[in-house]
């Protein structure tokens, strides 16, 4: 294999910078030429394509975002759509691919791979960490240390002016987020998607709480479990008492990298390379208790990820 294609695809999210500066180092440190494919599997059926030198991938490490671009591809789920992103890599004369992305991306490389024989490994990346085979993806850690600085900035006037908030966290299908923030910024109540929540219990505890001198209540609830303001509103109906809202959004995906996501990134990128130049396919990487796994993309897809959601409810009832 000589020439290796690189892409990011469907939500961005900080870390991917400093994986994509990863496998283009390793890639040339073993001889191999890069093309970075622009704006994912969209840029891929267009033939967006890009040589990647050393240089093209120097002052990325801290940057959040991707410097590739990203997309969410409807024309990659076509046959015709994969058909001309197949002709575009041979005309390239690109021999495998590498893809950082989240589950949807996976799902195409997993088809794509299969339907033309093509060398693809993939690497986990959403602020989700909603993938099977890996503890973390690239950008999870980021997201929750930028989302609990804004729980922790809405504390303090929540405490202040002795208030409940709901906080809307990200999470569509997945309650990762909303549980370690919830967690880890002294939350009273968290509300999940794997978890069906009783608002009249939690109103309950709310007036309790009140009547022992506890005033201010912050409840985190993941996008995927419901929305901020329909959560607000019963409170306010049930207990007459004031509710704020503070959706965080898109905030999440964003910022610089945290150390943890530009090392998950540098051992992701070269561990992606690795496998490829060794004849790897259909692939994707993680890392299970520090170490450097791979799983089907079959596997990674098709398994919903398990997730202690016990633990953390237990420990967020006992510490608040
Ligand atoms: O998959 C990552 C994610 O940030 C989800 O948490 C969220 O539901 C979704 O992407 C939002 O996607 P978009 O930016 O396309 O609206």
Avoid at 150 to 156: A, E, G, L, T, V
Avoid at 161 to 185: K, N, P, Q, S
């Amino acid at each position: 294999m000589k020439r290796i294609g690189v892409l990011t695809s469907g939500g961005d999210c900080s870390g991917m910078n400093a994986c994509l500066r990863a496998v283009v180092r390793t890639a040339l440190f073993r001889k191999k030429e890069v093309i970075g494919i622009i704006r994912g599997y969209e840029g891929l059926i267009n033939g967006e394509f890009k040589p990647l030198g050393s240089r093209d991938v120097s002052g990325i490490v801290n940057l959040g975002g991707t410097i590739l671009k990203t997309a969410r591809s409807k024309r990659f789920l076509t046959k015709e759509g994969r058909r001309r992103a197949y002709k575009a890599l041979k005309e390239n004369n690109i021999e495998g691919l590498i893809v950082i992305g989240g589950d949807g991306s996976f799902r195409g490389a997993d088809v794509f791979g299969k339907e033309f024989k093509f060398p693809v490994i993939g690497i986990p990346a959403t602020i989700d960490n909603d993938i099977v085979g890996t503890d973390l993806t690239l950008g999870a850690d980021t997201a929750v240390n930028v989302a609990l600085d804004c729980i922790d900035k809405i504390r303090d006037t929540a405490t202040s002016l002795e208030r409940i908030f709901v906080i809307e966290v990200m999470g569509r299908d997945c309650g990762y987020i909303a549980l370690e923030t919830a967690l880890a910024g002294g939350c009273e109540e968290v509300v999940i998607p794997e978890k069906s929540y009783d608002i009249d219990k939690m109103c309950d505890r709310i007036v309790e709480g009140n009547l022992r001198g506890k005033i201010s209540w912050i409840i985190v609830v993941a996008e995927g479990a419901g929305k901020a303001e329909d959560i607000a509103r019963k409170i306010n109906k049930k207990t007459s008492l004031e509710v704020r809202i503070t959706v965080l959004g898109h905030i999440q995906r964003g910022g610089r990298p945290t150390l943890k996501d530009r090392i998950l990134g540098a051992k992701f990128g070269n561990f992606a390379v690795e496998l490829l130049l060794q004849g790897k396919r259909g692939v994707c990487v993680g890392i299970q208790s520090e170490k450097l796994v791979t799983t089907s993309f079959k596997s990674a897809i098709d398994n919903k990820k398990w997730l202690d959601t016990g633990s953390y409810f237990r420990l967020i009832k006992i510490l608040t």
